[in-house]
């Protein structure tokens, strides 16, 4: 009998008119809308490599370089002196990166900590410290670049090369990673 009960009761709830709560007026409907854009990726493209150029080590005098990433003259300290005149091919230069994207959009680029540049003759190793990057439309070291109207960017990154009094004639190399997103 309880079951019957239950019934009848939730068939005389299915009966009533749904409309019946909002027969006062007071109801509004407001509809919305969705979007979504895809955006350009963004691209680095490596234009031009770091390099600290021609060099000679006085022995046994450990020394650095220092490349900045604004343009600008490199920096000899310790037993390093430069081979090159300033403008020369073999003169230290920052790299260059050229970015492309969504326009007038922000980014920010993140380097390694440091690089092993490696002898290809013998494999003795120097290390790249202290990168820093600066973006030609942003104007700043701060890790952060801006796309212009176009979408695009150029930005530049370098860098100090610990040299050791002990380093043999060779050429050294090594790899790094830039990684950029937008903001």
């Known amino acids: 009998m309880i079951a019957r009960a239950c019934l009848v009761a939730l068939a005389g709830f299915a009966a009533l008119p749904v409309h019946a709560q909002d027969a006062s007026g007071d109801t509004h409907r407001q509809s919305g809308s969705a979007s979504a854009r895809v955006a350009l990726p963004l691209r680095a493209t490596a234009e031009r490599d770091l390099s600290f150029g021609v060099f000679t080590v006085a022995e046994g005098q450990n020394g650095e370089i220092a490349v900045g990433a604004l343009p600008g003259d490199a920096q000899f300290s310790g037993g390093v002196r430069p081979v090159c005149a300033g403008g020369d091919a073999c003169s230290p230069h920052a790299a260059l990166f050229a970015i492309s994207g969504d326009s007038d959009r922000l980014y920010v680029f993140r380097l390694p900590r440091d690089v092993s540049l490696t002898g ?19 104007r700043q070291t701060s890790g952060a670049g801006a796309l212009d109207g176009g979408g695009e960017d150029v930005f530049s990154v370098g860098g100090r090369l610990d040299v050791p009094g002990n380093a043999t004639p060779d050429s050294y190399s090594g790899e790094f990673t830039v990684t950029i997103d937008y903001l």
């Open 120 to 138: 290809i003759r013998g494999g003795q190793a120097m290390i790249v410290t202290d990168l820093t990057g600066s973006s030609q439309n942003a």
